[in-house]
């Protein structure tokens, strides 16, 4: 009996190897333009904003102004800007303070989507000359608080947290002609939207990491009226955390979608 050669088939032909098939190379994908990102201190994080970001193959570029980096003139060469949140105030008068409330004017005019973040929500506020001011009782938001989203705020992403994280002592009014997209009990404004331009009061951001961080050196902060005890942190991130985070994704996605009136006019021709 003949042994059938196994380099061969049935029918006599030679088999072909995929293992020694010349590869094809992958079509590169056309890479994304970097996100500028805002941060106050030098340990400051993007957290868990610059990780979704990333996921989403968004590269960064990091600039923390207060320690001496330049704001470019446009954001051409950007996909979008996000100002993070900072110990200090929208109202001090340090030069790099005045400067990034200054330098949001150009994604305003440029109409490029723009996130502030607690301070730079902030600071979004007072560009469009609203006024950001401390609690008249001197209370605060620190740890976990109920947050209602408006019909407008449902528009733009339906499934919204019941409760989110904070940490400030300041907020704000709604700017003119800004579209409120949920209030809060001390502080009424917690998210609005102007434009291409987004403003939370929240912290979407925080990771386990820096909640352990912040809830460590900001200790004497949880002595402020209606900050939430260090343990009530940890309690409430294990209940609603998992809802905080798929919000965050969601208005991610529709935030980077957002695209100059300029650049929609040109795609159509």
Same mark, same amino acid.
């Given at each position: 009996m003949l042994?059938?050669?196994p380099s061969r088939q049935p029918n006599g032909t030679a088999k072909t190897d995929v293992r020694q098939r010349p590869s094809i190379p992958a079509r590169a994908a056309t890479p994304r333009r970097p996100v500028l990102i805002i941060l106050h201190q030098e340990t400051s994080s993007p957290g868990r904003v610059g990780n979704a970001l990333r996921a989403r193959g968004y590269p960064l570029d990091i600039r923390r102004p207060r320690f001496g980096d330049p704001l470019p003139e446009t954001l051409d060469e950007h996909a979008g800007a996000v100002i993070f949140g900072g110990p200090m105030s929208a109202n001090d008068p340090d030069e790099f303070v005045r400067r990034e409330i200054d330098w949001i004017d150009v994604p305003l005019r440029e109409q490029r989507p723009f996130l502030?973040?607690?301070l730079g929500a902030q600071m979004l506020a007072?560009?469009?000359g609203a006024k950001v001011a401390p609690h008249p009782e001197g209370r605060a938001e620190i740890g976990y608080y109920p947050i209602r989203p408006t019909q407008a705020g449902r528009r733009l992403c339906?499934?919204?947290p019941d409760h989110v994280y904070h940490w400030h002592r300041e907020g704000f009014d709604l700017p003119a002609r800004a579209e409120l997209? =949920?209030?809060?009990?001390d502080f009424p404004v917690q998210a609005y939207q102007y434009d291409n331009a987004t403003g939370l009061q929240f912290h979407p951001d925080v990771t386990y990491a820096m909640m352990c961080r912040w809830t460590t050196r900001g200790h004497a902060r949880l002595d402020t009226p209606g900050a939430r005890p260090r343990h009530h942190h940890f309690d409430g991130r294990a209940v609603h955390?998992? =809802?905080e985070r =798929?919000?965050?994704q969601h208005f991610l996605d529709g935030w980077l979608a957002r695209r100059p009136v300029a650049a929609m006019a040109e795609a159509a021709e």
């Open positions: 042994r059938q050669d502030g973040i607690c007072m560009q469009l339906p499934h919204w997209l =949920a209030e809060g009990g955390d998992t =809802a =798929a919000w965050l």
